[in-house]
Nanobody
Framework: QRQLVESGGGLVQAGGSLRLSCTAS????????KGWFRQAPGKNREFVAT????????DYTDSVKGRFTISRDYAKDTVYLQMNSLKPEDTAVYYC????????????????????WGQGTQVTVSS
């Protein structure tokens, strides 16, 4: 069964906001690095944001810096992606991922670093 479940996607106008959530199901990812990736039609899956297991380090792709914020709630074992000032080019299926390897304080930008993936949630930004 799915062990990461995303929610919060939808249709929004350019300039609007959405908050994506990714909750663990069936096992805990509380202390592991998490990431958000996205995939637009006809394109490869690309890195968006990541947060370390400790929560003290974050990293973003350049195109979302200043607009997106990744955070985590340890009590709920959930990671969030707050997306503001959305643009049509942000339209994609968004996936969360977790890695149970690596360093507690590190962040990871590559798909190969992650062991578990959610099913994805669609984000559509209209112009």
């Amino acid at each position: 069964q799915r062990q990461l479940v995303e929610s919060g996607g939808g249709l929004v106008q350019a300039g609007g906001s959405l908050r994506l959530s990714c909750t663990a199901s069936g096992r805990s990812f509380r202390n592991y690095a998490k990431g958000w990736f996205r995939q637009a039609p006809g394109k490869n899956r690309e890195f968006v944001a990541t947060i370390s297991g400790s929560g003290s380090s974050t990293d973003y792709t350049d195109s979302v810096k200043g607009r997106f914020t990744i955070s985590r709630d340890y009590a709920k074992d959930t990671v969030y992606l707050q997306m503001n000032s959305l643009k049509p080019e942000d339209t994609a299926v968004y996936y969360c991922a977790a890695t149970v390897f690596g360093s507690y304080g590190s962040t990871y930008r590559t798909t190969s670093s992650y062991d578990y993936w959610g099913q994805g949630t669609q984000v559509t930004v209209s112009s």
